[in-house]
């Protein structure tokens, strides 16, 4: 059993005066945000040593509200929420301002709306497939079955929840504290070749491939975008094809995250070891069709790497070697083929005759690589 703190995003299904207060409470954020951060600027003009640590910003928050007093409308929290992230955005950019930048004022076209509640840890907020918003009341929202049970546990502790809207749907993220189980060791190891997509970008030792496309979304974002392009802005035609458009947006990263979650989530059960090259980051697989979009790798890698550390900390996990003659090298006998070519998919062992698959032979080379010791830190 593993004590875990994550994060649990649910579609909600808000009535029509819910929604309504909530983009009220999306405002009332931004509001707040510009209020303070102009406030403190000028400010800062007189006195440059003057320091913008929560406190000082709550202090402000609690001058817009006499000068605004709409913002008592919304729920409280959210308002102080929204101010603590504006001290953190400051305390990140005085730390290291070469890789922060400064905060800066919300443009109502491109804030992200959202607001964000905190929870007693004596409240339960879930009752089966509702949820209670402090001031909004009971919200309908749905999810898979292992959330709905993991929401629904009674050892489960709510830090805050987050309410958020994409322009198309609205959405509740949980922070939770939960415990959770740890995965069997399989004492299985797998090896993994990265190219491109048209032979499977992920092939693995156990002469798996693994092949992803969205080009349908992609042919469908592009065919929209010609009609918009015909319709005048700001119509009634034009307003109709850009939630479309946004339908098929979001259809197209779900799509990408799902496969993600799920690939990751077979391979950290199946297998105690998954070896990769290091060279793995200058490796492009396009996804796209004619778009060449191409495949998180990175982020796929590093989902491997949480959840081998959540739920199997005592596996090797994701390790790395050196990829040099993977391919070249025929994995039966050892002997390297030089006069190999990039575009050779099969080739004959000039040694040993063996009839050899490229990407399936390298998968089984950088698995024995990792055997035999040669791990990342050997490598260098």
Same mark, same amino acid.
């Given at each position: ?115 964000? $509640? ?5 409240? @339960? /907020?879930?009752? *089966? ?5 402090? +001031?909004?009341? #009971?919200? !309908? ?77 992609? $042919? ?5 975008? @010609? /009609?918009?392009? *015909? ?5 009634? +035609?034009?307003? #109709?094809? !850009? ?138």
């Amino acid at each position: 059993m593993v004590d875990v703190k994550k994060g649990m995003k649910v579609k909600i299904y808000p009535t029509r005066e819910q929604k309504d207060c909530f983009h009220r409470n999306f405002g009332c954020c931004r509001k707040a945000h510009n209020v303070v951060l102009d406030k403190y600027n000028k400010m800062h003009s007189n006195d440059s040593n003057l320091r913008p640590t929560f406190t000082f910003l709550n202090k402000l928050l609690n001058e817009a509200k006499r000068e605004f007093p709409y913002l008592e409308d919304v729920e409280s929290t959210s308002l102080q929420q929204e101010i603590r992230d504006l001290a953190t955005s400051f305390d990140n950019f005085f730390k290291n301002p070469s890789h922060f930048n400064k905060p800066h004022f919300h443009k109502k076209k491109t804030v992200k709306l959202s607001f964000r $509640q905190t929870i007693r840890q004596d409240i @339960r /907020i879930i009752q *089966k497939n509702k949820m209670i918003l402090r +001031k909004y009341g #009971k919200v !309908k929202f749905h999810t898979s079955q292992e959330y709905f049970q993991i929401l629904n546990d009674k050892n489960t502790k709510f830090n805050n929840v987050t309410i958020s809207f994409d322009g198309i749907d609205y959405f509740a993220t949980f922070n939770i504290d939960f415990t959770e189980e740890e995965w069997e060791l399989t004492g299985k190891n797998v090896g993994c070749d990265i190219n491109s997509n048209v032979n499977g970008w992920l092939v693995t030792s156990d002469e798996e491939k693994e092949y992803f496309d969205i080009d349908h979304e992609n $042919q469908m974002v592009k065919f929209i975008n @010609r /009609i918009m392009a *015909k319709c005048t802005n700001g119509s009634k +035609k034009w307003k #109709k094809q !850009k939630i479309r458009l946004l339908k098929w947006y979001h259809q197209r990263s779900n799509k990408l995250d799902d496969y993600i979650e799920k690939l990751s989530t077979e391979m950290v059960k199946k297998y105690d070891a998954i070896v990769f090259e290091k060279n793995y980051s200058k490796i492009k697989i396009l996804i796209g069709g004619e778009q060449n979009m191409v495949f998180p790798l990175t982020k796929f890698i590093t989902k491997l790497q949480d959840k081998f550390a959540r739920h199997k900390p005592q596996a090797e996990g994701v390790v790395f070697v050196d990829a040099k003659y993977t391919s070249k090298k025929c994995h039966f006998c050892g002997n390297i083929n030089h006069e190999l070519d990039v575009k050779t998919r099969k080739w004959k062992c000039p040694n040993c005759g063996k009839i050899l698959d490229r990407d399936i032979n390298a998968a089984i080379n950088i698995l024995n690589r990792w055997d035999y010791g040669d791990s990342l830190e050997n490598a260098k």
